[in-house]
């Protein structure tokens, strides 16, 4: 009998021990979403200079060529700048 209890009690804690991780894990993503939310958002000048610096690194890295990085920005421009 006293096998059985030590298997039991050994069983619910591991779950329960489950049970705290799983919801440690979802507090800190409500948490990230919840900073993402609230964040301001960036002005169009602020987000065109990322653009503009995340594009010029692709073409370091040969991931794209100077021709495509100027006719993506400009498309981009016209969409984050328009909205502005």
């Not at 779950?15 to 990230?32: D, F, H, K, M, Y």
């Not at 900073?35 to 958002?41: H, K, L, N």
């Not at 653009?51 to 010029?56: F, H, I, K, N, P």
Request: glycine share 6%; aromatic share 4%.
């Amino acid at each position: 009998m006293q096998h059985k209890a030590v298997r039991y009690v050994t069983r619910t804690t591991a779950a329960a021990a489950g049970a705290v991780a799983t919801a440690a894990t979802s507090v800190a993503a409500a948490a990230l979403a919840g900073s993402i939310v609230f964040s301001p958002v960036p002005d169009a000048s602020a987000r065109m200079e990322g653009v503009s610096e995340d594009l010029l690194r692709a073409v370091q890295l040969n991931q794209i060529t100077e021709e495509q990085a100027v006719k993506f920005e400009a498309r981009l421009a016209g969409r984050i700048l328009g909205d502005a």
